[in-house]
């Protein structure tokens, strides 16, 4: 395993729609190992692989430490209610935005043996699952944000303000 560079909003590659796994080869798993590692260093909960540079269908994806997944070609089946709340990415580092997605979606895709999954998630994985195919086709949560990217002390004063709104 190796940790890889993850490339960061400006570079092109971010921005190229990306191909379809043919097979899951030695390559390939090697690529899968190298994301988690990537992505658990960078402290994030999904990385997808063109951030690593590579541009193949590949998502992995741990929202809670303990529960790695992977997602190859995947392919969104359903969705269904809405959340709206802070979205950040490794690939923008230190900065934050407010994004709408769906509260749920069930997508399928195809695991490291290669073998047809079905993915469901609410909330926090449901989001993640939503940003990172999106990276699969080039695009970047920073063009869905609901005003402004915020950076950390901006971020940390909204949240403010929406409690004081909720109370
Ligand atoms: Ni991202």
Do not use: W
Request: net charge negative; hydrophobic share 35%.
């Amino acid at each position: 395993m190796a940790l890889r560079n993850i490339r960061e909003m400006g570079d092109d590659i971010l921005n190229k729609k990306c191909k379809p796994v043919k097979e899951v080869n030695e390559r390939t798993l090697d690529l899968i190992d190298d994301m988690f590692e990537t992505m658990y260093e960078a402290n994030g909960v999904g990385l997808a692989a063109p951030q690593v540079g590579i541009l193949k269908r590949i998502v992995v994806i741990d929202t809670t430490g303990e529960d790695p997944i992977v997602l190859i070609n995947p392919v969104i089946l359903e969705t269904s209610g809405e959340q709206t709340g802070q979205e950040g990415c490794l690939s923008v580092p230190g900065k934050y935005g407010i994004v709408t997605r769906p509260n749920y979606v069930r997508c399928k895709c195809l695991n490291e043996n290669f073998e047809e999954t079905i993915i469901e998630g609410e909330e926090l994985l449901a989001r993640a699952i939503c940003h990172e195919i999106a990276h699969l086709d080039g695009e970047l949560y920073v063009d869905r944000i609901e005003g402004e990217l915020m950076d950390n002390a901006q971020l940390e004063k909204y949240l403010e303000e929406m409690e004081a709104n909720e109370a």
